[in-house]
């Protein structure tokens, strides 16, 4: 898609094809002769590792859609169906329901690789805006996805997670309710939210595929980041992305098809939720709604302010800094390899996510730090909804820290991709 | 260092979170058992799953429904009463004959009528109530959960139900236990409303409408097994992680054979890397 184009035809059906659809010559200019920097590392691989999450989600997906019967009065039965009476019908939910974990576990490394290598800066920005699009996408997805089985969690996580959007009552009064309507199809979550959700949960996967598509164009205008966030400068710097990649990346999905296939076989409902095997149940609330782990970062930024709309507006905003980073980040050095400040400060920020992530899956009054006791003899003392306060304040200051670090005093930067490979063989 | 100072962390995090996240959520620890079926290698054991499904017929199902199930389950492979000789489960004598010795509600073809014919093993497991009001009618106003996939609804799943069985007992001084409702020792409830003793003293368990089944000798089990409380509580929460996922063997198994696939392909596609790399500095 860049450059020259490699491509010969050799057989007289492929020269007769190139002038009428070059799609031979395509496949062999972005996936097997791309000059591709040969530095990248195992982080690099959770690009192709993403594109196989991808499909299989969606061939499981198709297989389940056959079988699954989107109706409020069916619906629980039918997964159960699945699980029992249809041929592998078990693997291939379970195969579906960890899948979506392990793409969203493959998505966090492949965004936390671009913000540590600086993947997001010039001449970048749009492929990594398309990235955060596709996130978004998958969010709203495995949102809806989950809502299906249409177990407790399933129709609860719907509620409050609907309900966020009420909050915009405080904005335009009506709106919230307005758009909370919307999603419903009525006046609460019921057949017609179920109906929707499994309409839109089966074609954002397909919209995913478009950006994914347009995510790679992106990638191979520029062509590949490297660790030293140096620019490729000449030939001796570059491999071909096939046989080179092509194996690296395929010994990399290999391995994490090992712990994949672990979940799957061994481990199926570790990362669900029990309450998601009783049937919904409009009267009887779940004493503890949880979303699934790969909100909880959010949920409990959500959760740490005390007012609706602003907590809402944070958690949105949480989202939307990723989308603003390459203007926030100023430093002319690309890798974090070589801003030996900026990395702290990254590495801070992945733990105090993660941490985050804990505090999402607690009881906001939960204490962590027992102080004291009050009157009815509880213990009191310093809790959840204190410490994601202070981790939701630190991710966003995080990307305020990007904005003034922009003079920081870096390492020297090396000439060329090959110089620092040379330099460690001495 | 950096990377160091990272992983220290990341490690500390999973410790300190992990055991954390473990103790908030099962509050009291249940009682110590160990099943055939625990763990990525462990079986079904069949003569444990035939008495559990015995305890269940005799005792539960009074109660309690199983709708997701259909007696011929019972006989498929991985089932209690799978018999190589009956590929079709629904050929099984097993199963016949259990399903034979229920009557099941039916509508009469001919006139219409209202009637009850023997089960066959296609028909699903007999609910004992026809309705929910009913249901609750004959529980004082609580509805037994259906049991199909009980050991998946419920955190700890057939360790949980083993306690829960053998989990009653005398009600602790200070809690106030309505008439028609029993205490269990691990039953999941907040009691802090019921209980007029210190605040951070709320005792663990909770207050439920069914009340202790599983006496010793209750039901007298084919193969001679001593039925003790713990031996029937035991057996039928066997039955009921096996009734919640029935392939749960079959899953495991497959699973060990993709794993050692997995293990080989990697092997192989690591050389094949290595080779292909060879002479290329990076």
Same mark, same amino acid.
């Given at each position: 898609? %860049?450059?020259?184009?490699s491509y010969?035809?050799k057989?007289?059906f ?8 070059p799609i031979?010559r395509?496949a ?5 002769d791309?000059?591709?920097p040969?530095?990248?590392n ?9 594109a196989?999450c991808? *499909?299989?989600?969606i061939?499981?997906g ?7 019967v989107p ?5 629980f039965? %039918?997964v159960?169906?699945i699980m029992r009476?249809v041929?592998h ?10 899948g979506? %974990?392990?793409?969203f576990?493959?998505v966090?490394i492949?965004?936390?690789?671009g ?13 990594w805006i398309?990235?955060? *699009? ?8 495995? @949102?809806m996805g ?5 177990g407790q969690m399933s129709y609860?996580?719907a *509620?409050?997670?609907t309900?966020?959007?009420?909050a915009?009552?405080?904005? $335009?009064?009506?709106?919230?309710t307005?758009?909370?309507? #919307? ?6 979550v019921d057949n017609?939210t #179920?109906n929707?959700f499994?309409?839109l949960?089966? #074609?954002?996967?397909f919209?995913?595929?478009g950006v994914?598509g347009?995510h $790679?164009w992106a990638?191979?205008v520029?062509?590949n980041?490297?660790?030293?966030g140096?620019?490729?400068k000449?030939?001796s710097?570059?491999?071909p992305f096939?046989?080179y990649y092509?194996v690296?990346?395929?010994f990399?999905?290999?391995?994490f098809?090992i712990p994949?296939?672990w @979940? *799957? ?11 998601n ?5 409009p009267?009887?609330t779940?004493?503890h709604?949880?979303?699934?782990w790969y ?7 959500l959760?740490? $302010?005390?007012d609706k709309l602003m ?6 905003g949480?989202i939307?800094?990723l989308?603003?980073v390459p ?8 890798s974090?390899?070589y801003?030996?400040?900026?990395r702290?400060?990254f590495?801070?920020f992945i733990v ?9 899956g607690q009881?906001?009054?939960d204490v962590?730090?027992? $102080? ?7 213990p009191?003392?310093?809790?959840v ?6 981790l939701?304040a630190?991710?966003?200051a995080?990307f305020?820290?990007l904005?003034f670090?922009k ?5 020297p930067v090396?000439?060329t991709i090959?110089a620092p490979?040379?330099?460690?063989k001495? | 260092m950096?990377?160091?100072a ?5 490690? +500390?995090?999973c410790?300190t979170?992990?055991g954390?996240?473990?103790?908030a959520?099962?509050g009291? /620890?249940?009682?110590p058992?160990t099943f055939s079926f ?9 003569g444990s799953l035939q008495?559990g499904? =015995? ?7 009074s109660?309690?429904g199983m709708?997701l199930?259909s ?6 492979k991985?089932?209690?009463f799978?018999?190589?000789?009956y590929?079709n489960?629904?050929?099984n004598?097993y ?5 034979a010795?229920?009557e099941?509600?039916?509508i009469?073809?001919? /006139?219409?009528d209202?009637?009850?014919?023997p089960?066959t093993?296609?028909?699903?497991? =007999?609910?004992?109530y026809p309705?929910?009001?009913a249901?609750?009618?004959?529980n004082?106003g ?6 199909s996939?009980i050991a998946?609804?419920?955190?700890g799943?057939?360790?949980y139900i083993y &306690?829960?069985?053998?989990g009653?007992?005398e009600a602790?001084?200070? +809690? /106030?236990?309505?008439?028609g409702?029993?205490?269990?020792e691990?039953?999941?409830?907040d009691?802090?409303?019921a209980?007029k ?5 709320v ?23 001593? &039925?003790?409380?713990d031996?029937?509580a035991?057996?039928?929460?066997a039955?009921?992680?096996w009734?919640a996922?029935?392939?749960a063997?079959?899953? =495991? ?8 696939y997995?293990?080989?392909f990697a092997?192989i596609t ?7 790399? =060879?002479n290329?500095?990076?």
């Amino acid at each position: 898609m %860049s450059g020259p184009s490699s491509y010969e035809p050799k057989t007289a059906f492929e020269r007769w094809l190139d002038v009428r659809l070059p799609i031979i010559r395509m496949a062999n200019d972005t996936a097997l002769d791309f000059p591709t920097p040969k530095n990248l590392n195992y982080w690099w691989t959770f690009g192709g590792i993403l594109a196989v999450c991808l *499909v299989i989600q969606i061939a499981s997906g198709v297989v389940l859609a056959m079988h699954y019967v989107p109706n409020a009065g069916l619906a629980f039965d %039918s997964v159960e169906h699945i699980m029992r009476d249809v041929k592998h019908g078990w693997m291939i939910r379970f195969i579906h329901a960890n899948g979506a %974990s392990m793409f969203f576990l493959a998505v966090y490394i492949h965004m936390a690789r671009g913000l540590y290598y600086g993947s997001y800066k010039a001449p970048r920005e749009v492929l990594w805006i398309l990235g955060c *699009v596709i996130y978004l996408l998958m969010m709203a997805t495995a @949102f809806m996805g989950y809502v299906l089985p249409w177990g407790q969690m399933s129709y609860y996580g719907a *509620v409050v997670i609907t309900n966020l959007f009420s909050a915009f009552d405080g904005v $335009i009064p009506g709106l919230g309710t307005y758009i909370t309507t #919307l999603l419903w199809g009525g006046f609460s979550v019921d057949n017609p939210t #179920l109906n929707r959700f499994f309409s839109l949960h089966y #074609l954002l996967p397909f919209m995913i595929a478009g950006v994914v598509g347009l995510h $790679i164009w992106a990638l191979h205008v520029p062509g590949n980041n490297n660790p030293t966030g140096v620019d490729v400068k000449s030939k001796s710097d570059t491999v071909p992305f096939h046989p080179y990649y092509t194996v690296k990346d395929g010994f990399a999905i290999v391995l994490f098809f090992i712990p994949f296939a672990w @979940f *799957v076989f061994f481990a199926p409902e570790a990362l669900g939720h029990a309450d998601n095997y009783v049937k919904a149940n409009p009267l009887a609330t779940p004493a503890h709604i949880v979303p699934e782990w790969y909100f909880l970062p959010f949920y409990a930024i959500l959760r740490s $302010i005390p007012d609706k709309l602003m907590g809402v507006l944070a958690m949105f905003g949480a989202i939307a800094m990723l989308f603003a980073v390459p203007w926030l980040d100023r430093s002319p050095v690309r890798s974090m390899r070589y801003r030996p400040t900026a990395r702290w400060f990254f590495a801070i920020f992945i733990v105090a996510t993660i941490i985050l992530g804990w505090c999402g899956g607690q009881l906001p009054d939960d204490v962590i730090l027992p $102080i004291g006791k009050s009157e009815t003899g509880a213990p009191t003392g310093f809790t959840v909804v204190w410490l994601s306060r202070i981790l939701a304040a630190y991710y966003f200051a995080y990307f305020g820290i990007l904005w003034f670090l922009k003079n920081e005093k870096t390492l020297p930067v090396p000439e060329t991709i090959s110089a620092p490979v040379l330099a460690e063989k001495v | 260092m950096l990377r160091k100072a990272l992983s220290a962390a990341a490690v +500390l995090a999973c410790l300190t979170f992990g055991g954390a996240a473990s103790a908030a959520e099962h509050g009291h /620890t249940l009682r110590p058992v160990t099943f055939s079926f625990d763990g990525p290698f462990g079986k079904f054991d069949r003569g444990s799953l035939q008495r559990g499904y =015995k305890v269940y017929a005799e005792v539960c199902s009074s109660c309690h429904g199983m709708n997701l199930l259909s007696y011929r389950n019972l006989a498929q492979k991985g089932g209690p009463f799978f018999d190589e000789k009956y590929k079709n489960p629904n050929d099984n004598p097993y199963a016949k004959a259990i399903a034979a010795a229920i009557e099941v509600p039916d509508i009469d073809p001919d /006139t219409g009528d209202a009637i009850t014919r023997p089960a066959t093993p296609a028909d699903r497991f =007999k609910d004992p109530y026809p309705n929910e009001p009913a249901a609750r009618a004959g529980n004082g106003g609580a509805l037994p959960p259906d049991l199909s996939v009980i050991a998946k609804a419920r955190e700890g799943g057939a360790h949980y139900i083993y &306690s829960l069985l053998t989990g009653y007992h005398e009600a602790p001084a200070g +809690l /106030t236990v309505a008439p028609g409702q029993y205490y269990d020792e691990y039953y999941k409830s907040d009691l802090s409303s019921a209980w007029k003793g210190p605040k951070d003293k709320v005792p663990p368990g909770g207050v439920l409408a069914m009340s202790f089944q599983l006496t010793p000798d209750r039901v007298a089990f084919d193969d001679g097994t001593p &039925s003790s409380t713990d031996q029937e509580a035991k057996d039928v929460a066997a039955f009921l992680a096996w009734a919640a996922e029935p392939h749960a063997e079959e899953r =495991k198994e497959t699973g060990l054979a993709v794993m050692i696939y997995l293990l080989i392909f990697a092997g192989i596609t690591y050389l094949s890397y290595r080779r292909i790399w =060879k002479n290329v500095a990076h």
